[in-house]
């Protein structure tokens, strides 16, 4: 046998994707990347997405879960975990003890959420202060145009939805950075301390209130929010509140074949894994989509995948299937579904070249997240990653292998410890990102395209 024929047979070499893809794919990758588009302006936080997410399912017949009542195949359920999360399920015509395919990804993002007593008046200038969520580069957050989302719950309990910065005619609002001419001492700090945290203040206003007194232009930008919101100064202290960057998801480079958003990192994946679940008719094992919340803060609280409510709604499907919760998570698999550091040529040595992912390689299968030696993985088995690479392969999915960077530069986590200790099957996959975590994120329309597709692979699998 000569070397060619040894090296046809014997080695391995994972291919860009546009040399792979049909030109059905093609079409059907340009229209997924559009219905994405749409989502992402529509959901820029947990709230708006899991909103969305309940519109959308009782749109195509998903019922909300009532325990204790029957459950026959074919039937959608949805569980809204207090407006912040979403589980929802097709049952499967197999019985459910032979285990649920889980698709489970997060739609809260980092971001700038306001402190509980958020508003003051410096100088004749209003200023909310914040507290970050999540693993942000302070630096990044200053002079980029910034929106405000959230709701407050006002004293008579009734609750109000704030949005102010994504429709054409609103202001926006924004963080002020030291001019350059006068950085000098700011230009010798860390990138890490050249902007701190007490520093991400974001400015409301400047035009006082005619009248006598003090603070009469933070007094302006409360008159502005009760007209608008009915809301007062005591509110804040029950409110939710939050500054992410303002706009539109944008293609990005001149051949269009990225997309440019706040918040890839997950709702990429959490897209990839709603959108084929909502079509889902008649599968042979139950498939469940999980959309958690507080991934980027540790999974913790009621809304987390650490949270109580997700077992209660297995228990549910148990109860009303006759079944037995710690069987069927047993026998269950899931995708934990999170974005993955993509290879960026101009940060070459953040990453091992041979165990990256690239752009447009399709979706990044990811044995082991953690840090240093592994620390804090759940790492997936041969027998795991197997199941998943047949039924990607089966399902003519591109897929590809990542490590989360070079091995002591530094790492994170995702939601599949939490379904592991749950003695769920789970394997890390995701979209490959450039600039994770900044105010706008990089995916390839392929690499999406690729995650939806695997989605559903997991969800028809058998
Ligand atoms: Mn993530
Ligand atoms: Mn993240």
């Known amino acids: 046998m000569t070397t060619d024929e040894l090296r046809e047979q014997l080695t391995f070499q994972v291919k860009n994707g546009y040399t792979q893809i049909t030109p059905e794919q093609r079409r059907e990758m340009a229209a997924y990347a559009k219905r994405y588009a749409a989502f992402m302006d529509a959901c820029k936080t947990e709230r708006e997405a899991t909103a969305w997410a309940v519109a959308a399912a009782e749109a195509k017949g998903f019922q909300p879960m009532t325990p204790g009542k029957p459950l026959k195949a074919g039937d959608k359920v949805y569980l809204n975990n207090r407006g912040k999360s979403i589980f929802l399920a097709v049952i499967g015509s197999a019985p459910l003890e032979e285990g649920i395919n889980l698709c489970a990804a997060h739609i809260d993002s980092p971001r700038l959420d306001l402190k509980p007593t958020p508003l003051y008046e410096d100088t004749e200038i209003a200023y909310f202060k914040t507290n970050y969520y999540g693993g942000v580069k302070k630096y990044q957050w200053p002079t980029i145009p910034l929106a405000l989302h959230g709701v407050v719950c006002r004293k008579d309990g009734s609750v109000v939805t704030v949005s102010v910065g994504e429709d054409p005619e609103d202001p926006v609002l924004f963080i002020t950075d030291l001019l350059i001419h006068l950085a000098r001492e700011q230009m010798q700090k860390s990138l890490a301390e050249g902007v ?267």
Request: proline share 3%; aromatic share 6%.
């Open 196 to 462: 701190a945290a007490e520093q991400l203040n974001v400015l409301l206003g400047t035009e006082p209130l005619e009248g006598e007194g003090a603070d009469l232009v933070k007094l302006h930008v409360l008159k502005i929010l009760n007209e608008k919101y009915g809301i007062t100064e005591a509110d804040f202290r029950s409110a939710e509140l939050t500054m992410v960057p303002a706009g539109k998801c944008r293609e990005v480079g001149l051949d269009r074949s990225l997309l440019g958003a706040y918040g890839h990192d997950d709702r990429v994946c959490a897209y990839a894994a709603l959108e084929p679940i909502l079509n889902l008719e008649h599968p042979t094992h139950t498939a469940m989509c999980v959309l958690a919340d507080k991934e980027e803060i540790g999974s913790v609280g009621i809304s987390g995948m650490q949270s109580r409510a997700f077992d209660t709604f297995v228990a549910d499907l148990c109860d009303s299937l006759g079944a037995d919760p710690g069987h069927v998570l047993a026998n269950s698999f899931c995708l934990s579904s999170d974005v993955a550091n993509a290879f960026d040529p101009s940060f070459p040595d953040a990453c091992d070249r041979r165990n990256t992912s690239y752009v447009n390689y399709g979706v990044a299968i990811m044995k082991y997240t953690g840090r240093g030696g592994k620390s804090g993985a759940s790492d997936a088995s041969a027998e795991a990653l197997g199941h998943v690479r047949r039924v990607l392969d089966q399902a003519g999915v591109l897929w590809q292998i990542n490590t989360i960077g070079r091995v002591d530069l530094g790492g994170g986590g995702t939601v599949a410890g939490f379904m592991a200790n749950r003695n769920i099957v789970t394997v890390d996959a995701g979209v490959p990102l450039l600039c994770m975590h900044a105010p706008m994120e990089l995916i390839s329309k392929l690499d999406a395209y690729m995650m939806m597709k695997a989605s559903l692979a997991i969800y028809e699998a058998f």
